[in-house]
């Protein structure tokens, strides 16, 4: 099957706040010596993940989509801090958000591939058993 990606210029400036971390973690591997006796053995391994229950780096993806869009600062806070923006403008960054968290797999795929070239906007396409993205189309 073919997957499309379209990489707009409002998907480009949140793409850096997407939540990569690094921790270790202990695993028990059996091994056997050169005398031929089972030895259990604790080994460390270094982990990157995404953490998909907190996809962006800040409390709120919505707060944090408007900051990097530059629509936040525009927006009134109540009193207790909390931003409302109008729901046209609610729309668009929950769509975004739920863009990048839908297709976050074949997103970080293409980051990963076309890392020295740049990632412009537009759409790219991958066969996906293949995953090699390929520059289609201007989004314009």
């Given at each position: 099957?073919?997957?499309?990606?379209?990489?707009?210029?409002?998907?480009?400036?949140?793409?850096?706040?997407?939540?990569?971390?690094?921790?270790?973690?202990?695993?028990?591997?059996?091994?056997?010596?050169?005398?031929?006796?089972?030895?259990?053995?604790?080994a460390?391994?270094?982990?990157?993940?995404?953490?998909?229950?907190?996809?962006?780096?800040?409390?709120?993806?919505?707060?944090?989509?408007?900051?990097?869009?530059?629509?936040?600062?525009?927006?009134q806070?109540?009193?207790?801090?909390?931003?409302?923006?109008?729901?046209?403008?609610?729309?668009?960054?929950?769509?975004?958000?739920?863009?990048?968290?839908?297709?976050?797999?074949?997103?970080?795929?293409?980051i990963?591939?076309?890392?020295?070239?740049?990632?412009?906007?537009?759409?790219?396409?991958?066969?996906?058993?293949?995953?090699?993205?390929?520059?289609?189309?201007?989004?314009?």
């Open positions: 099957m073919v997957v499309e990606l379209k990489i707009t210029k409002d998907l480009l400036k949140v793409l850096p706040l997407i939540n990569i971390q690094h921790f270790e973690t202990e695993y028990h591997r059996n091994n056997v010596d050169s005398n031929g006796k089972e030895v259990n053995e604790i460390i391994q270094q982990v990157l993940q995404i953490d998909t229950r907190n996809l962006l780096i800040g409390n709120d993806a919505i707060e944090d989509i408007a900051f990097a869009l530059d629509i936040a600062p525009r927006c806070a109540d009193f207790n801090g909390v931003r409302s923006y109008d729901k046209a403008v609610y729309d668009k960054l929950e769509c975004l958000f739920d863009y990048i968290k839908d297709n976050l797999y074949y997103i970080e795929s293409l990963h591939q076309k890392c020295c070239e740049g990632i412009k906007e537009g759409v790219y396409r991958a066969r996906d058993n293949e995953m090699i993205w390929e520059y289609v189309q201007d989004s314009n």
